[in-house]
């Protein structure tokens, strides 16, 4: 269980286009999902925090207009990279969290990410 | 000081030693304890989760937690090369609904 899918694993587009990315929670639904950008050894950097039905919330110096997310049901969110650049090639990485009380409600479950590299 | 320190590794063990992975956090409204592994360039995996103080057990995979010191612990028994990843530990206070809060990570290479 507790299953999330990210598509596509890899995307490479040119400069100046828009790209999506989606993240689907296969077996439960998820009131809550995250978007996570990590470079090279790092750890993930919290980009946003998705709710189904409402605006995400951006974190810190994270650029709103530029990362669009949609959560528009309780198993689907997008991230739209939108007039993507160079400097926007990174790992980007949904999670999801489920809708249950108790411990459960704590934890993320991850997608397997998706590459994405702007010529 | 960062909220949630992990020593970065890299650490190398033999095949079939026990491995011991550790974070140290500041913030004493941290009630649940993840650790994930992550293979690289894939998302992270959920391993262990623990509520509050205590140990939790699951196959090769020991999780500790020590609130009075916070320190947190992984321990991993019969280390196989197919444990070679990214070990991150990650955490959250009592209220819930709210964002992870990640160590580094530690690199982790069990050698054949």
């Not at chain 1, 470079?39 to 409402?54: I, V, Y």
């Not at chain 1, 991230?79 to 249950?100: G, K, M, N, Q, W």
Request: net charge positive; aromatic share 12%.
């Amino acid at each position: 269980g507790a299953v999330v899918s990210q598509h596509p694993s890899w995307v490479i587009c040119k400069s100046g286009t828009s790209v999506k990315i989606e993240c689907r929670s296969l077996d439960f639904q998820a009131t809550t999902m995250f978007w996570y950008r990590q470079f090279p050894k790092q750890s993930l950097m919290l980009m946003a925090t998705s709710n189904e039905g409402s605006k995400a919330t951006y974190e810190q110096g994270v650029e709103k207009d530029k990362f669009l997310i949609n959560h528009a049901s309780l198993t689907l969110s997008t991230l739209t990279v939108t007039s993507a650049h160079p400097e926007d090639s990174s790992f980007y990485i949904c999670s999801a969290r489920t809708s249950l009380g108790g411990v459960a409600k704590n934890i993320q479950y991850f997608g397997a990410g998706t590459r994405l590299s702007v010529l | 000081q960062k909220e949630v320190e992990q020593d970065p590794g890299p650490l190398s063990v033999p095949e079939g030693a026990i491995v011991s992975l550790n974070c140290t956090y500041s913030n004493s409204a941290f009630q649940y304890f993840m650790w994930y592994r992550q293979y690289s360039r894939k998302g992270p995996e959920l391993l262990m989760y623990t509520y509050s103080s205590g140990n939790k057990e699951d196959g090769r995979f020991t999780a500790q937690v020590d609130k009075s010191s916070k320190y947190i612990s992984l321990f991993i028994r019969d280390s196989q090369p197919s444990d070679s990843a990214t070990y991150l530990c990650a955490m959250s206070s009592l209220r819930g609904n709210e964002k992870l809060t990640f160590g580094t990570g530690t690199r982790l290479t069990i050698i054949p």
